[in-house]
């Protein structure tokens, strides 16, 4: 996987690439061309749901990601708080920077699970589209 490429595209080629590749399969089996549409659309709704699986996933573990940097960022303000009786502009500054150390991660934590949301959900309208297409065909 190159520099450029993303895990969302790839997570959206890969399953574009199974649907593909199944229908490809289904097409060249002997069968008639109403088991293979039914075969096709079994597999398509199939692919979707996984797809809506992996995006439920992905909001699980961005909750739990944020719950948890927001836990480790409390944890790590009150530290701070706590140490300020010594030097109270050195502690103050260290304060800040701890507070928007922690809020940068947890933008972090929030910007991968929109990305991940993003591309399962993404790969589930293309699977719902291509049902879709073979469904018209």
Partial sequence: MGDN???KDFVIGTIFGSVVGATVAL????????????????????????????????????????????????????????????????????TQDLTKSAKDKLEDIKEKQTDAIDAAETVADKVEETAEDIEDK
């Fill in 5 to 7: 490429m993303s895990g």
């Fill in 27 to 94: 097409l060249f089996a002997p069968k008639s061309g109403r088991e293979l549409r039914e075969d096709i659309n079994k597999g398509a709704v199939q692919a979707r749901d996984v797809a809506y699986e992996w995006k439920d996933t992905a909001q699980e573990k961005g909750a739990e990601l944020k719950d948890l940097a927001y836990e480790k960022g409390s944890e790590i303000t009150k530290k701070a708080m706590d140490s300020t009786s010594d030097i109270r502009k050195t502690v103050a500054q260290k």
